[in-house]
């Protein structure tokens, strides 16, 4: 039997672990730029970019952070070619199969945000396997989006609503930001506290639209497949300078 080398990151003493964001939340932008840059094809970024994920997964869970939410699709991503899309479902496919007893031993919880019916069955079954399996974990809760558009998550929850009132079940005056919250893919996880964008793209992409309402954003430069645990402690270090107000005044 060979035992594998267990890594674990230390919390750099410049940070501290009383302000650390809860839940943090990544646009995962950049593998294709970053292979392009290398003559290489775009899933060649992409394949990187899983490893980025993976180390990220594991910084958090070592330093204390006890969400990450990673965006793998967009509903918009459908729009590229046919074989970089396909490529794509047949990564998440094939990772979540390799790293399935990966996360048991490691206690993470994975979920799924998005339409993911609209996804193709067998990548589905895997996602059903994944997320069944992992729901009695308690370590670090792991969500990804895929096939996931903020707008179409906010269109669902309306019509969720709007169906239950037209049964009579509720009321107009019931619907709340609470009860809308409970609507959306994401009803189980808190707001994240940080969002980290790669590649320097200035906009959310349609990620998590009523979510992020009140998130500091982070933006590096450095693409996707190049963003590391170094990297990752300028994102928490920036955070922690930040003065989070929330629409009111310093106290
Ligand atoms: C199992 C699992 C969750 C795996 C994650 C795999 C992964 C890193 C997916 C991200 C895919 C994606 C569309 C990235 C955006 O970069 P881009 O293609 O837009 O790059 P560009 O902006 O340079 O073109
Ligand atoms: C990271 C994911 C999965 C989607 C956002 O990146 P895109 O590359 O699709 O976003 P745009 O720059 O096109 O807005
Ligand atoms: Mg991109």
């Not at 035992?3 to 672990?17: E, H, I, N, Q």
């Not at 646009?27 to 970019?49: E, F, Q, S, V, Y």
């Amino acid at each position: 039997m060979t035992t594998k080398p267990v890594v674990r990151y230390a919390l750099p003493a410049d940070l501290k672990p009383d302000r650390l964001p809860q839940h943090v939340a990544v646009i995962m932008d950049g593998n294709g730029r970053w292979a392009k840059r290398r003559g290489l094809p775009r899933i060649m970024g992409h394949r990187r970019g899983v490893d980025t994920l993976k180390t990220l997964l594991r910084c958090c869970r070592d330093w204390g952070i006890g969400a990450l939410t990673a965006y793998a699709f967009s509903t918009e991503n459908w729009g590229r070619p046919v074989e970089e899309v396909d490529f794509l479902m047949a990564l998440f496919e094939r990772v979540l199969r390799q790293e399935l007893l990966e996360m048991m031993e490691e206690n993470v919880r994975i979920r799924f945000v998005g339409n993911l019916a609209a996804l193709p069955r067998s990548l589905q079954g895997e996602i059903h396997q994944a997320v069944t399996q992992t729901q009695g974990n308690h370590g670090i809760e792991f969500t990804v989006a895929t096939n996931y558009g903020g707008r179409q998550e906010i269109v669902q929850a309306c019509r969720a609503i709007a169906e239950q009132v037209q049964r009579g079940e509720l009321s107009p005056s019931d619907i709340s930001e609470e009860l809308f919250s409970r609507h959306l893919y994401t009803s189980e996880i808190s707001d994240p506290d940080l969002l980290i964008r790669t590649s320097g793209e200035m906009r959310i992409s349609n990620f998590l639209l009523w979510q992020l309402a009140y998130a500091e954003i982070y933006v590096t430069d450095t693409l996707w497949p190049d963003f590391d645990t170094s990297e990752f402690h300028r994102a928490i270090y920036a955070y922690q300078q930040r003065d989070r107000r929330f629409g009111k005044v310093k106290g």
